[in-house]
C-alpha cells in the first residue's frame, strides 16, 4: 500500500485524490515509487492520477504532474 506523505494536512493513509495531488510534488522518490507500484497493481488509479494532473495540463513548471499525466496515459492505452 502506498505510504502517503503524513507531513501534508492529511491524516490518513488512504490515497484519495487530495492524497494523490500531495505525493506527486511533494512526495520523496520512495513514495512515488509506491505510487507507480499502487497504479501498476490497480488500474482505477490511472484514472485518478490522470483526474488529478489535468489541471497541471497548461503549466510548464508542473513537471512531475506532466510526467504523470503521460504515465496514465501510456498505460491506460496499455489495457
Not at 494536512?9 to 512515488?32: E, K, M, Q, S
Not at 515509487?33 to 497541471?56: I, N
Request: aromatic share 8%; with cysteine.
Amino acid at each position: 500500500m502506498l505510504l502517503v506523505v503524513l507531513h501534508r494536512p492529511l491524516n490518513h493513509r488512504r490515497l484519495t485524490l487530495a492524497a494523490t495531488d500531495d505525493v506527486i510534488p511533494h512526495g520523496r522518490w520512495r513514495n512515488r515509487a509506491d505510487l507507480r507500484r499502487t497504479v501498476l497493481a490497480d488500474r482505477a488509479m490511472l484514472d485518478k492520477v490522470s483526474r488529478v494532473c489535468r489541471p497541471y495540463a497548461s503549466d510548464p513548471y508542473a513537471r512531475r504532474h506532466h510526467f504523470w499525466m503521460h504515465y496514465a496515459e501510456e498505460h491506460g492505452s496499455a489495457s
